[in-house]
Structure formats: structure tokens, C-alpha cells
């Protein structure tokens, strides 16, 4: 009682997959692929958060303090790119609307996450014994809500000057005809290896779709930051292959040293962060009153609560 339908679960999470994907994916021409990659690394710092108020998660000071690393790298990474010129230059504004941007996915995952719990939940009340929640269900219901609200909000490319002055039934329009035709002539006369659109499209679709069941797996098991972070190890491997492989298209990325430090401060943050979450986990196991809010700090007989002020 009081609790809201399930279905609203399923809507909000797939209301923050749109929103962040869709802005990540209008803020890519404008944000070199390093940057871009980079600064998907904020979305661990609003989990932390949202995980803090709507999941009332607590995190040790050791936990914080990686988080702190993380956010300190992508600052370090981001900012040099700013004074670039050239096609590889990186657009300060789209850079921090992709920045902000990441908070709809963080709202998606802390959703998924709280629904795994609430099944658990909902099992152990009703005294039911089997398996837990199956991801191709959260996935697949999550889906069906994401593919008309893509659609809703592509006026978004509208207001951030995508569509050139354009409607938006001309542009989308155009675009299926670019991917489905696959040809310059009707890509437009700028456009550069318009014969792969169709290819390039599928292969996409294909890899993302894997992407996600196996995100939102780890999701399940793991819970929605500790994914997350762990999947910062992206952000040196893509840095790698953009600065070393001469991709078609995009050639290679030419990288300031300060990029370089960043990864170099991003791994050993990410692996504190991990070390320190099977430190919390372990103590919440002996009872909340163990894995306190910014722990050692703050350590009391009773549960403390999760709010660190």
C-alpha cells in the first residue's frame, strides 16, 4: 500500500536510458572520442548520490575518497581539451551537457537496481521460493517504454541545433533514407564513407543490445555503482585505441599528456573504490551498525543513518 505500480519503475528507468542516450549520441560530433569516454566516468559520482538518498546505501570515507580520484581524473582530462582547435577540438557547452547528461543513466540504473530489491523483497513477504529476478525481463520491459520515448524526445535534436533550421519529420526523414540507401547523394554532398551507414548502423544495434544484458546483469549481482566503476577500465582502453589505431573515418586522436595523467590517476582510484566496497560490504554483513555513512567516522552502537551531515 502506498507504494507505486511496477510499471513506474520500468518507465522511469527506461525515461533516463532515453535521455542520457539520446544527449550522449546529439553531443558526439562536438566532443572528441577520448573526452567523450572520459566523462562518462560522472555517472558513478550521481550513483553514489541517488544510491545515498533513494537505495540508502551507506559509503566508507575510503569509498568517497575514491570517488573524489575518479572525478578528479576526468577534470584533469577534460579541461586541456578545451583549448584544442581543429575537427578534434571538443565544444566546452557540449562537453558539460554530456557531463550532465549522465544523471538519467545514473537514475536508470539506481531504478533497475531498487526493483531487484523490491522482488526480493515482495518473494520473502509472500513466502515464495525460486529465482530471483530474471534481467531479460527488467531488460526487455525497460526496451519496450525506451523505443517510443526515443522517438518523443527527438525534438531534443531540434532544440540543440541538430536538424540545421529543418522540421523535425524532414530530418528524421532524411535519416532513414541515409541509413537505408547508403549513398552520398542522398546522405548529403559533405558526407564521408556513406555506403557503410546501413553496416555501420546493424553492427552498432548488434553490440549495444549485448552491451546492455550484460550491464544490466552486473547490475543485478553487483549493484548499480560498483558496475559502473568497474566498467572505467573503458576509459583506458578506449583512450589507447584512439591514440594508437588510425580508425576509418576518424583517423587517430591526437592527445594531451594530461590525458595520460588522468588515466593514470582513474586506475588506482577504481581500484580503491573496489577494495573498499568488499571492506563495507563485508561489515555490513555483521549488521548495519558496522558499515556506517563515511565510515570509521561516525561508527555507533546503533545503525547510524545514511546521511553523512
Partial sequence: PGRMPNIVYFLVA??????????????????????????????????AALSLCVLQKRYSIMQCLSLLGVLTAVIIGVLPSFEKAGTQATH???????????????????????????????????????????????????????????????????????????????????????VFHARADVCGKDSDGAEWAFLATVVYVVFNIAWNIFILASVKHTGALATFVALKAIFPVST???????????????LSWLMWVSVVVMLPSIGAYQWSSAKQSARAQRGPGHATCCWPFGVRERPTSPSCS
Avoid at 589507447?240 to 591526437?254: I, N
Fill in 92 to 178: 566546452p557547452f557540449f562537453a558539460v551537457v554530456l557531463g550532465g547528461s549522465c544523471i538519467f543513466n545514473a537514475i536508470s540504473f539506481v531504478v533497475k537496481e531498487l526493483m531487484f530489491d523490491r522482488y526480493l523483497v515482495w518473494r520473502a513477504t509472500h513466502g515464495l521460493v525460486g529465482s530471483d529476478l530474471h534481467v531479460f525481463i527488467v531488460n526487455t520491459h525497460a526496451a519496450l517504454f525506451q523505443l517510443p520515448l526515443t522517438l518523443l524526445v527527438v525534438p531534443l535534436n531540434q532544440a540543440l541545433g541538430q536538424t540545421h533550421g529543418q522540421d523535425v519529420f524532414s530530418y528524421m526523414r532524411e535519416a532513414f533514407q541515409c
Fill in 14 to 47: 527506461a525515461l533516463g536510458d532515453t535521455f542520457g542516450d539520446v544527449i550522449g549520441m546529439i553531443c558526439t560530433p562536438y566532443v572528441a572520442g577520448p573526452v567523450h569516454s572520459l566523462l562518462s566516468n560522472c555517472t558513478p559520482i550521481f550513483i
Fill in 240 to 254: 589507447l585505441l584512439f591514440a594508437y589505431v588510425s580508425w576509418p573515418l576518424l583517423g587517430s586522436t591526437e
